[in-house]
């Protein structure tokens, strides 16, 4: 559901540096184990999927594209979709249906695209009721060079926590 098209549709977007949701927790740790002395690991450091097999529903990978800089959905997990209420496999963020959110989720995937890792927590009203509540830990890739080419975002539906 597109609930952006309710009545009384609201949204906040908190940024913060560490993930609060300790499901979360240790992916970033992981991250940060790959970085080896580096601002930002490489996608070879990865036996993907492996890896991020606990966290794999949750996950959704995406190409950055530069010339213009976008970001393209590599790879949804089941609960993605669920939780967005959405398929975009292999869609641009433009296309992905977000909405008035998109210049909130576009703002926060070129920072990530500049090296810095972050997690933002999405609250969702409609109807006067939270709707959604999502946090998502952004971690950026490199890919055998030196500019960040993917990002990986593990989504969390944090919804009666508080």
Same mark, same amino acid.
């Given at each position: 559901?597109?609930?952006?098209?309710?009545p009384g549709f609201g949204f906040d977007v908190e940024e913060m540096d560490d993930p609060r949701s300790p499901e979360l927790v240790p992916l970033r740790e992981l991250w940060r184990a790959r970085c080896q002395g580096r601002p930002v690991p490489d996608r070879s450091d990865f036996d993907l999927p492996f890896d991020i097999r606990p966290w794999m529903s949750g996950?959704? *990978?995406?190409? =950055? /594209? !530069?010339d213009p800089l976008d970001f393209r959905s590599r790879? =949804?997990?089941g609960d993605v979709e669920r939780i967005e209420e959405r398929r975009y496999l292999g869609k641009k963020l433009a296309? $992905? @249906? &977000? @909405? +008035?959110? #998109?210049? $909130? *989720?576009r703002r926060i995937n /070129? !920072? =990530?695209?500049?090296?810095?890792?972050?997690? $933002?927590?999405?609250?969702? !009203?409609a109807l006067g009721f939270v709707v959604k509540k999502v946090e998502t830990l &952004?971690? +950026?890739?490199?890919? @055998?060079?030196? #500019? =960040?080419?993917? *990002?990986?975002?593990?989504?969390?539906d944090v919804r009666g926590r508080n």
């Open positions: 559901m597109d609930f952006f098209r309710l996950m959704l *990978i995406l190409d =950055v /594209e !530069r790879l =949804v997990g296309d $992905a @249906g &977000y @909405g +008035p959110m #998109e210049p $909130a *989720i /070129e !920072r =990530v695209a500049t090296g810095v890792q972050m997690s $933002a927590l999405f609250t969702v !009203r &952004y971690l +950026p890739l490199t890919r @055998g060079g030196p #500019e =960040v080419a993917m *990002i990986l975002c593990a989504m969390k």
